[in-house]
């Protein structure tokens, strides 16, 4: 195995396990949560005593650092399966929600990310968006696969500015490969948005989740389609595109875009304050098993973010866990 030479610095962390014991077929993305450089990401996995470290290193920049050569298995995602088959990226951010990267930053992701695919012999980027279905795919030859760390441990990286460019972002890389492109769809009946529609937003509020009860005010412009939750009370995730005139990034009402109708849903919707059960076979968000006495009781949701539900107290109040999990594991009582 080979490493990027995209690389202009290295500091070579202890925090690993060498070699590695699968061949690389996943990359994972992380935030830092911290504007900080390559230099200084190196300092922080150093110490033995971190017991944590990455592949690779992405500054505010631009600039491209190297803590785990890429036969080796960094200690990053909470899952030695999962990093034993991943290169992983972490890439300087913002230390508040959504925990946004600077352009350059982003740019090199891209270009990181293409050369390690490429190295690896690898023509597409996938991401499913998905944790179940993600896991459970075998890449086919010439297939690399996104995973984050949120599910594997009870934690938000990749942060939500990445999160919801992991679509675009795997879209850019397999062009930049020259893999198959998915054939067009058919033409969506007018008024249905999809993931990456560039749409005129004409409200003045944005949400940072689906269900939020306010949010700060924001301007009007041309925005893009980054995620879609139908059972959402604002159900449209938008970033501003450059030049548009808006400065948009988070949810919003469906009456907010011009000309879209609202998303479908086949079920009621599970909000705030819902009381809900838990499906046969639940787990936690990260994956952890959920013990007996919690799967047969009724819970109140206490927040919802994306796909992520925080489950809180019971309904007799006895019981508080505050747990996530996948809203998709939650049935509405």
Known sequence: ??????????????????????AIDRISIHCVVGQCSVETLGGVFKPPSRQASSNYGIGPDGRVGMYCEEKDRSWC???????????????????????????????ALLDLCTDICKRNGKSKLLWFG??????????????????????????????DYLYNRHGEIAAE??????????QPSPPAPSGALKVGDIVDFKGVVHYANANAASGPSCKPGKAKVTN??????????????KGGG??????????DIAGAS????????????????LKNGATYYGGQSIPGWVMADTWIVKEIKGDRAVIDKNVSGRNSICSPVNIKNLILV
């Open 173 to 182: 890389v397999t062009k930049r490969l020259g893999g198959a492109t998915p």
């Open 130 to 159: 998905d944790k179940d279905k993600t896991l459970a795919y075998m890449p086919k030859a010439g297939e690399m696969v996104l995973t984050v760390h949120r599910w594997f441990a009870n934690k938000s990286c990749p942060g």
């Open 228 to 241: 879609i939750y139908p059972s959402g009370k604002h159900p449209y995730h938008l970033i501003a595109e």
């Open 77 to 107: 995602t909470s899952s030695g399966a999962n990093d034993h088959r991943a290169v992983t990226i972490e890439v300087a951010s913002d230390t508040f929600h959504p925990y946004a990267v600077k352009d350059k930053a982003f740019a």
């Open 262 to 277: 609202a998303p479908t849903t086949a079920t009621p919707a599970i909000i705030k304050g819902s009381k809900v059960k």
């Open 1 to 22: 195995m080979s490493n990027s030479p995209l690389v202009v610095h290295t500091n070579i962390s202890p925090n690993k396990t060498s070699p590695r014991n699968c």
């Open 246 to 255: 808006s400065n948009v990034y988070g949810w919003v009402n469906t009456a």
